[in-house]
């Protein structure tokens, strides 16, 4: 039998290349070559060629142990996602996060999934929660889904919404923001307001917590300061 990786067609071989990469991103610890060619489904030979490529590219790297990790080149292409968006972004994420207490983060809609694009801890917090840029989840749940989805016509809302659902979304499209709890990781409360950009695409800005004195109105108050300020500088950039 051809070798599965020369008789795919190229479209194959780079989808599993990047298949890699969200693996070794998903699984927070390093994987032996083993270990990801059975989460990739496919032989330990395949899986090796692939990554031979990522590393000629240093997007993986071993660590002493021989194990597989996510390279320092993969930091250089993230800076460059929404390069504006971000730059002008992280000194308001910092602000609000130090007032507030909590982990603050930028939030986009990516397909049918809400993914993280940058995060700021508070700075003198006793604890705080880790949001890690580029973690993911389905549109809808947690309050960055939730507020994102609701600013979304109707007809694109998911068909299993039931009539609890729609009236949650149409309640957080009315105040002009959307919580959340145990709804993502349990044992955890968000917040998040709507971030209108200039190109469109779908955002929020969000905070993620234990708990707090702070109400979700006071909460969502500051958010919204935050988002302003950010719409205003993108729109003079």
Known sequence: ??????????????????????????????LTID?????????????????????????????ARGRIVLGARLAALAAGVAHDLQA??????????????????LAVLDGDEIVTLTSIEPRHAIASVAQRPGTRHAIGIGAPGKVILAGLPNADWPTDADASRRAELDEALV??????????????????????LPSGQ???LAVVYVSSARTDAEIAARLGEASRSIRGALGAA
């Open 202 to 204: 779908p955002a929020a």
């Open 35 to 63: 270990e990801l060619a059975s989460r990739l489904g496919v032989h330990r030979s395949v899986a090796y060629r692939l990554l031979r490529t990522l590393e000629h590219h240093r997007l993986t790297v071993r660590d």
């Open 1 to 30: 039998m051809a070798d599965e990786t020369t008789a795919a067609p190229q479209s194959q071989t780079l989808s599993r290349g990047i298949r890699v990469l969200e693996i070794l991103a998903d699984a927070r610890e390093p």
């Open 175 to 196: 105040r002009g923001y959307a919580t959340s709890h145990d709804e993502v990781i349990p044992g955890l409360r968000s917040t998040a307001v709507p971030l209108a």
């Open 88 to 105: 002008e972004a992280l000194p308001e994420l910092t602000s609000a996060a130090n007032e507030l207490g909590m982990t603050c983060f």
